[in-house]
Nanobody
Framework: QVQLVESGGGLVQAGGSLTLSCAAS????????MAWFRQVPGKQREWVTT???????DYAASAKGRFTISTDNMKNTLYLQMTSLKPEDTAVYYC?????????????WGQGTQVSVAS
């Protein structure tokens, strides 16, 4: 069973920066894609950004230009660098990873890490 463990959340002032980490229990190369999602209480989980095999990235409009997704394959870790943070970025951020095998996809989620941005 794949384990994803997020860290790096916390409280930051608007305009500040924060970097989230997601440590995977398996090698990053075993995943066809990894992503970050976020969720505010009472709302649906929202996609933030994805990185796929080969390094291609994609961002939600709210994250483009401010957030950067990356991986460190030596450390089996996914990162989310967040800059110019806004109060509306406040949410629980979840790490996601997908594997494929036997003609099916398997999704994995971390437990989440809280990011709070004060105005």
């Amino acid at each position: 069973q794949v384990q994803l463990v997020e860290s790096g959340g916390g409280l930051v002032q608007a305009g500040g920066s924060l970097t989230l980490s997601c440590a995977a229990s398996e090698t990053i190369s075993s995943f066809v894609s990894m992503a970050w999602f976020r969720q505010v209480p009472g709302k649906q989980r929202e996609w933030v950004t994805t990185i796929i095999t080969g390094g291609r990235t994609d961002y939600a409009a709210s994250a483009k230009g401010r957030f950067t997704i990356s991986t460190d394959n030596m450390k089996n870790t996914l990162y989310l660098q967040m800059t110019s943070l806004k109060p509306e970025d406040t949410a629980v951020y979840y790490c996601y990873a997908q594997q494929t095998g036997d003609s099916r996809f398997v999704d994995y989620w971390g437990q989440g890490t809280q990011v709070s941005v004060a105005s």
